[in-house]
């Protein structure tokens, strides 16, 4: 059975920096691209970047909102993707989901969702 | 950035009632769309992809339909289990994954 768990999220003052960790089981993680998504409370889902598999070169994309903050990058051997933060600001206060990118017939979709951690930047 | 708006945000509904959601995109993206349903304190669920494919384990009550810019999320009778929010999302060519601003479906 697949199972992501994000961990790392808490609070943080503005300006300083954040690591989450995404711990996946169940599958072969290597195989697949890993996305995180957040959602700021009471408002809607934001994607914030991916990380391909390295089948896929392992290349990174982000959101035009945290690029140049955000770094994603994935140890295949221990399962695990992150979403390193710098440069926190209050608006990035939400939920952070990784999710599971997951391909069919050329499409793709998020078809497996960790349960969330909560960053919250305030000081 | 292709933007994606639902209709409508919120709609109150009964149980049994058939109700629809709709997607439009900001410019053709195929079929590359996925629902997700979302409830309180929970994280998102893949309900259907590439616009019409029902995913393992969801309902036959929820189907999916549209291509290019239109698309329309069908629930044939509402039961208790799908009071949620719900999410479009494109994924069309590369990032960013745009989703749309979700439809919050409530009880009447």
């Known amino acids: 059975e697949v199972h992501l768990v994000e961990s790392g999220g808490g609070l943080v003052q503005p300006g300083r920096s954040l690591r989450l960790s995404c711990t996946a089981s169940?599958?072969?993680?290597?195989?697949?691209?890993m996305n995180w998504v957040r959602q700021a409370p009471g408002k809607g889902l934001e994607w914030v970047g991916i990380i391909r598999s390295k089948g896929y070169g392992g290349t990174t994309e982000y959101a035009a909102s945290v690029k140049g903050r955000v770094t994603i990058s994935r140890d295949d051997s221990k399962s695990i993707a992150y979403l390193q933060m710098n440069i926190l600001k209050t608006e990035d206060t939400a939920v952070y989901y990784c999710?599971?990118?997951?391909?069919?017939?050329?499409?793709?979709?998020?078809?497996?969702w960790g349960q969330g951690t909560l960053v919250t930047v305030s000081s | 950035d292709i933007q994606m708006t639902q209709s409508p945000s919120s709609l109150s509904v009964s149980v049994g009632d058939r109700v629809t959601i709709t997607c439009r995109a900001s410019?053709?993206?195929?079929?590359?769309l996925n629902w997700y349903q979302q409830k309180p304190g929970k994280a998102p669920e893949l309900l259907i992809s590439a616009a019409s494919s029902l995913q393992s384990g969801v309902p036959s009550r929820f189907s999916g339909s549209g291509s290019g810019t239109d698309f329309t999320l069908t629930i044939s009778s509402l039961q208790p289990e799908d009071f949620a929010t719900y999410y479009c999302?494109?994924?069309?060519?590369?990032?960013?994954?745009?989703f749309g601003q979700g439809t919050k479906l409530e009880i009447k």
């Open positions: 999302q494109q994924s069309y060519s590369t990032p960013p994954y745009t």
């Open positions: 999710t599971r990118e997951g391909r069919g017939y050329g499409r793709y979709y998020f078809d497996y």
């Open positions: 169940g599958f072969t993680f290597g195989d697949y691209a």
């Open positions: 410019q053709s993206i195929s079929n590359y």
